[in-house]
T-cell receptor, first 109, second 115 residues
Framework: QKEVEQNSGPLSVPEGAIASLNCTYSDRGSQSFFWYRQYSGKSPELIMF????GDKEDGRFTAQLNKASQYVSLLIRDSQPSDSATYLCALRDTGKLIFGQGTTLQVKP | EPEVTQTPSHQVTQMGQEVILRCVPISNHLYFYWYRQILGQKVEFLVS????????KSEIFDDQFSVERPDGSNFTLKIRSTKLEDSAMYFC?????????????FGPGTRLTVL
């Protein structure tokens, strides 16, 4: 059973700071990873995907993948109160997504 | 921007009743999924659907569940005899042809409450 593990938080950062969200996964063969943002009562919204080791940047977001350590992270630079949400890490397994529990991020003005 | 839509947004039903949740995927997408999220828990895969048949289903997707694409636009999830534990948010998602690494777009969800 492939699993994705995340610290549920909450992670609290001040506005303007860098937020660092992490997840680990159980299956070494997993190839594709996704970060979704979910506001309370809403559906998951894709932020980024990453398939290769290293960093991938998109605006204020940077995803990092380390397959040797089975570790994925998401950095949010210049955090804003509107970034306050639950961040879901997911991996793709034969088409379906397997999600972690999610980490709640609170950005305080 | 095209989006996945779902109806109803909230469905309240009595235990043992049948419910049908409806989804309209993005028009050129060919892969369809249902996920559910029990309050406070992780998003869980239920079923994937491609070329008018189920591609994969989870252990949750037992004989009480079925999916159908009755026409060229709708994708439905039916729960034949609802249980209390079926209360959850149900999300439909779709993705483009050439599955590969294409992202899945989620609809807004249907909140199902079983009394």
């Amino acid at each position: 059973q492939k699993e994705v593990e995340q610290n549920s938080g909450p992670l609290s950062v001040p506005e303007g700071a860098i937020a660092s969200l992490n997840c680990t996964y159980s299956d070494r063969g997993s190839q594709s990873f996704f970060w979704y943002r979910q506001y309370s009562g809403k559906s998951p919204e894709l932020i980024m995907f990453i398939y290769s080791n290293g960093d991938k940047e998109d605006g204020r977001f940077t995803a990092q993948l380390n397959k040797a350590s089975q570790y994925v992270s998401l950095l949010i630079r210049d955090s804003q109160p509107s970034d306050s949400a639950t961040y879901l890490c997911a991996l793709r397994d034969t088409g379906k997504l397997i999600f972690g529990q999610g980490t709640t991020l609170q950005v305080k003005p | 921007e095209p989006e996945v839509t779902q109806t109803p947004s909230h469905q309240v039903t009595q235990m043992g009743q049948e419910v049908i949740l409806r989804c309209v995927p993005i028009s050129n997408h060919l892969y369809f999924y249902w996920y559910r999220q029990i309050l406070g828990q992780k998003v869980e895969f239920l079923v994937s659907f491609y070329n008018n048949e189920i591609s994969e289903k989870s252990e949750i997707f037992d004989d009480q569940f079925s999916v159908e694409r009755p026409d060229g636009s709708n994708f439905t999830l039916k729960i034949r005899s609802t249980k209390l534990e079926d209360s959850a948010m149900y999300f439909c998602a779709s993705s483009e042809p050439g599955q590969g690494e294409n992202e899945q777009f989620f609809g807004p969800g249907t909140r199902l409450t079983v009394l």
